[in-house]
Structures are given as C-alpha cells and as structure tokens.
C-alpha cells in the first residue's frame, strides 16, 4: 500500500502542473490556418499555409503520406514544431483528389474521426492544385493563410458569389444525397485568387464545374442569394439588381397519371443599381421590371437543373432529398417522374434615390 501511495504523491503532481501528459508550449507548436490537399501516387500530398507566430513570414508547408495521418507525422519528423491543426480554418480539395473515389472518401473518413479538425472549418475546391492555391493564399495576406477565411466571414455571404460551406454541412449533404454535393470553387489567376461558381460531386466524384451563373441558379434554388448582382437590358442600357432578400419554397403534388408536380416558388427582393429610367419606378415600368428579372432568374434556374439533369444527378441540388422528406415511400426515377415549375416572383425596392 505504501508503495501505491508513493506512485500517486509522485505522478499527480504532473498533471496539476502540466495539465496533460502531451502538453507543449505555444511557441513549439506551428499553427495551421489552411490546408490544401492534392493526390500523388500512392496517397496525398498536404500544403499548410501556418499562422504568423514569430517575427519573420511564414511559409507554405508541404508533407505527402498513404494518409493523412502519415503526412501529418512526417511533417513532425522533418520540423522542429508540432504540427497544430485545432485552428484550421480552410481546407482546399485539388481536381486530382476528388476525382479518385477512394481516396475521397479515405480522406473524408479521416476528417469525420479527427478530434483536432473543427466540423466547422470551410471546405473549398479547385480546378487547379490545392498546392497553388495555398501559395496564392499566402501572397494575398503577406504569409498569414487568413485571406480567405476573412472574405468568408466579412464578405461571401453579402456579395452572393458562392455558397459558403462547412465540412459538417458538407458530410451531412454526401449522407443524405447519397454521395453528391455542390463546393464552393476558387482558382488561381494571374491576378490572384478568384472564389466564385462551384464544384459538382456525384456519388462521392468530381462530375462538373459551374460557373458564377450556374452557381447563381443553385444559391436561388437554396433560398440563399442574397447579394447576388443580375444584369437586364431597357432603351438599350444595362441595369443591374442587387438582390436583397431570397427566399423559396417546394411544394410535390402527385398527379393522376401517377407522376409528381414539383412548384418551386421564389421570393426574391431587389434594388435597382446603376441608371435605370424614371419609367422604371412608375406602377406600370416597375411591374415591367419585375417581370424582365423574374424571366432572369428563372432561366438561371433552369439552366443549373440541366446541367444536373445532364450528369443525371437529381441528387446535387437537393431536389431528390426534398422530394423524399415529402413522400418518404417514393423510389423512382427522378427525371422522368417528376415535373418542375419554377416560378419566380419579384419585388423591387425604390430605394428613394435621385436617378
């Protein structure tokens, strides 16, 4: 008995001075703000863009491994730091991982189980390599990594370019659209970093790109548009509408023959920007307007939905699921069952301003 009370007085001390047996010191540990992730060979190739915790720039990271995991460690084995991923704030998915299916799903395994890796951390996609858009991160921001997690947080919601995603959202979309999502897309230019339009994934694969319209048709589809900029022509003038609120609602109706009625409804309000004529503010102009951008929205609505009826993927833009969580007994074929009507209705704001 006295020997076990000797182990306790000698090892509780331990813990109540350092907390834990892993415990190290802030300044040995290198802080990771984004991580991009591209396939080689035979598993990943990691780029880490670190915090700025000492006086001179840090710099861009790369570690490859079988698995994450393995990267991570041999990162740790070649640096003086341990590698910290509890402040990641962004992860970038290359072109070349999502189009291999089982490397994906590894590496989405390994995300969902790590209790390093926030479930909130924004998840993004390019056409290009993970690696450069790393690089082109720390350019923008003199080294910090953070350039996109500010737009994200200050702006990308408010200028309606893409759809803000978090890897929790991401995980519970694969679940319940089985295997199939939109992710946000930036690449890499010759004038820094563009973040706008989307990467499609069906049955857990790259499927297509959308550009900034497509992913506008999706944001309206979601109810989630606000900020997005439409463009109509009047008297041979272009005249932009910034879109202040969006809201949609579905509505399945079965039909005798056996099929289903799909009516999406959307309630869209807006301000007229830029020189629009004084007719436009009358009761008969403004009626005008509103119809002119209704047939906008729809058209950008019909033509995302082609694209996914074209990769016969009912699935990416949530139109299946929802039809589901309406008839939990249907099982068909979603593109010749089913019948969508898209019908927009628009409300412009006078904002007051001299014109």
């Known amino acids: 008995m006295n020997k ?25 540990r290198e802080y990771m ?17 670190p915090a700025k915790t000492e006086e001179k720039e840090p710099k861009k990271m790369v570690c490859e491994g079988k698995t994450l995991a393995d990267a991570i460690a041999c990162n740790d084995s070649r640096n003086s730091r341990k590698t910290e991923l509890g402040q990641l ?24 189980r790590s209790q390093d890796i926030s479930k909130k951390v924004t998840i993004l996609a390019t056409e290009a390599k993970a690696e450069t858009c790393i690089e082109s991160m720390m350019e923008e921001d003199n080294g910090t990594g953070l350039f996109l997690w500010d737009f994200f947080k200050n702006t990308a919601k408010e200028v309606g370019v893409t759809k ?10 694969l679940s319940e659209q089985k295997g199939s999502s939109i992710l946000p897309r930036i690449e890499p230019t010759e004038s820094g970093l563009y973040l706008g339009g989307g990467v499609a994934v069906v049955n857990m694969e790259l499927s297509t790109f959308l ?8 944001l309206f589809l979601l109810g989630e548009a606000e900020g997005a900029v439409l463009e109509a022509e009047q008297d041979g003038k272009r005249i932009p509408l910034r879109v202040v609120r969006s809201d949609v609602d579905y509505d399945f109706k079965p039909q005798k023959d056996g099929k289903t009625k799909c009516l999406i409804r959307l309630r869209v309000h807006g301000d007229l920007l830029g020189n629009a004529s004084k ?17 906008i929205i729809k058209t950008e609505i019909q033509n995302t ?17 929802r039809l589901r969580r309406a008839n939990p007994d249907y099982s068909g074929d979603f593109w010749n069952d089913v019948t969508i009507v898209v019908e927009p209705e628009i409300k412009i704001r006078d904002t007051g301003r001299i014109r």
């Open 89 to 112: 704030k962004m992860i970038v998915f290359g072109k070349s991982v999502l189009e291999d299916k089982n490397l994906m799903m590894s590496l989405l395994e390994e995300l969902e």
């Open 4 to 28: 076990w009370k000797w182990v306790v007085l000698t090892v509780l001390p331990l813990f109540i001075t350092t907390g834990c047996w892993d415990k190290r010191d802030p300044e040995d």
């Open 305 to 321: 939905m082609k694209i996914a009826q074209e990769q016969d993927a009912a699935e990416l833009l949530g139109l299946a699921v």
């Open 164 to 173: 803000g995603l978090d890897m929790d959202t991401f995980l519970t979309e």
């Open 33 to 49: 703000i984004t991580m991009g992730v591209d396939k080689k060979d035979d598993g990943y190739i990691i780029s880490f863009a």
């Open 279 to 295: 007719d436009a503010f009358s009761e008969e102009g403004t009626k005008k307007m509103e119809n002119l951008f209704s047939e």
């Open 211 to 218: 550009n900034d319209k497509e992913e506008q048709g999706y």
